[in-house]
């Protein structure tokens, strides 16, 4: 049950991207206003982590996740039934905010759920769906859109959604820890994520406001951290940061994340304007990446229990960095034989970094800090992903058109391999299983 909702969130975060042309044409919409049914349902979800893991610590992790199911079923059926735009952006806003709470709280219920013995292996899973649902979502929403409507992309949800939520007495009552909320750190970290996102859209169009935007949103993390400095469970975990293996595996996390955005919309380009395919075997030969991960990412899994996450993740970010080279650079060829061969080497490395480094991220936290970690995994990942979207913006700006897929794989390989070197860098102090 968690993990299908779980599955459900990340998914939404990435299905929606490859439904735009079609948003835009059934909504009568231009092509640059639909970019929001993807923007705002990502900022939600930033805005709403990191409180919503803070609330479910105070208030119980199964109260505030179940509101967060509720509140994301039944804005996808607003999502389904919007006959236009605004309408549209607005459900998906709502739904950001109901996966902010499945995402930061899933983990937690899990670790109160199964036995100490199986903790390990459940979370290698969660970690392993998180892995496998985000390389697959475009490879989803092109099955789901070549059988039916871009509303069904929503309404799928819904049915779920509601086994879910009368399911939810399977989860245990569990008591929150009383403590006081700061709501001027709540205000805080909204506008933090507000004004990061609203500059990371125009940083590439127009630099010099979306610069500005970008330093208060920095400001704000600075008075946010001022005004918890003395707290014991602050909002942004830096109780949590200030352990290694946490610290590094969230840096690592961010640098993969960002690679694989970057390469995630650099590949249909890549396939279109290089290599000059038309979408249905564009959309072929975008599979072989989530595939790799799939087969993988389950291993990868296992393998932590008897190789340092270290060496996995270390050598998973330099697969993925190995491959991002090789379908960048290899010579062009018409059947995309050295493209193919990239993105599996960097579906396998995905696959083999993910697994463990999200393991190893959610095990080096206290049981009673599981919601700031669920949180902050979420968090690395999304604002990964904008890192990606806002370097794909400004290769667009300022290289030309034909070059800018090959650049941007190439920049995502460095991105991978940056993630590689850190994730090395905690061998020393870390044990296996």
Known sequence: MLLVTLVLVVLDG?????????????????????????????????????????????????????????????????????QNLPVLIAARFAQGLGAGAIMALGIMNLRFAVPQRLLGTIIGINAMVIAISSAAGPGVAGAILSVASWPWLFAVNIPLGMIVLLSGGLLGPLPGVKRQLNVAALLANTLMFVLFFSGADRI????????????????????????????????????????????????????????????????????????????????????????????????????????????????????????????????????????????????????????????????????????AAGAMQGTARLLGQTFGAICMSIIFEIVPQASAPGLALVLAGICAAIASCVSLSRARYETVG
């Not at 993807?38 to 109260?63: F, K």
């Not at 697969?319 to 379908?327: K, S, V």
């Not at 060829?333 to 190893?360: E, H, S």
């Open 204 to 371: 590439a169009t127009a630099p010099i406001s979306g610069s500005v935007l970008i330093a208060g949103s920095i400001l704000s993390l600075i008075a946010l951290l001022r005004l918890e400095h003395k707290s014991a469970a602050p909002i942004v975990p830096t109780d949590l940061l200030a352990k290694p293996a946490f610290r590094v595996a969230v840096i690592a996390s961010i640098a993969c994340f960002t690679g694989q955005m970057l390469s995630y919309v650099a590949l249909p380009f890549y396939l279109q304007h290089t290599l000059h395919m038309p979408p249905v075997q564009m959309g072929l030969y975008m599979m072989p990446w989530p595939a790799a991960t799939i087969i993988v990412a389950p291993i990868s899994g296992r393998l932590a229990n008897h190789i340092k996450t270290a060496w996995l993740c270390a050598s998973g970010g330099a697969l993925l960095a190995a491959g991002l080279f090789i379908a960048g650079l290899c010579p062009v060829d018409p059947r995309g034989i050295g493209f193919l061969v990239g993105t599996v080497i960097a579906g396998v490395g995905f696959g083999l970094f993910q697994t463990p480094n999200n393991r190893i991220l959610l095990l080096s936290a206290p049981k009673a800090r599981s919601g």
């Open 14 to 82: 990435a299905i929606a991207n490859v439904a735009l042309p079609s948003i835009a044409a059934s909504l009568g919409a231009d092509a640059s206003e639909t970019v929001w049914v993807v923007s705002s349902y990502q900022l939600a979800v930033l805005v709403a982590l990191l409180p919503c893991g803070a609330l479910g610590e105070i208030h119980g992790p199964r109260r505030v996740f179940l509101m967060g199911v509720a509140l994301f079923t039944a804005a996808s059926a607003a999502c389904a039934f919007a």
